[in-house]
Nanobody, 124 residues
């Protein structure tokens, strides 16, 4: 099992930036994929970005491609989500999750440990 704690959320104006962090403990962090997901008010949770165990491969939802960057620091057991050019439609609770496998994936079924989430609000 992996324990995950997100931080870095907040209120930002459209066009601004935020960086989310997710600190992990427990299962060997450096051997598993990590992902970021979000749930907007009244909507289902959706995938945002994923990164494989080494950080060499990343995957993004079309809605964030070119604006968001996922990265990881295995020495610090931390995964990041840099969010630039934020839009009001990015408003959501953002969750990080630990994958079942070493390869990255946007399939939520391939993640079994989830953080509590951090709120991101983008004002227009």
């Amino acid at each position: 099992q992996v324990q995950l704690v997100e931080s870095g959320g907040g209120l930002v104006q459209a066009g601004g930036s935020l960086r989310l962090s997710c600190a992990a403990s427990g299962r060997t962090f450096s051997t598993i994929a990590m992902g970021w997901f979000r749930r907007a008010p009244g909507k289902e949770r959706e995938s945002v970005a994923s990164i494989n165990w080494s950080g060499a491969n990343t995957y993004y939802a079309d809605s964030v491609k070119g604006r968001f960057t996922i990265s990881r620091d295995n020495a610090k057991n931390t995964v990041y989500l840099q969010m630039n050019r934020l839009k009001p439609e990015d408003t959501a609770v953002y969750y990080c999750a630990a994958g079942l496998y070493f390869s990255g994936s946007l399939n939520q079924r391939e993640y079994n440990d989830w953080g509590q989430g951090t709120q991101v609000t983008v004002s227009s």
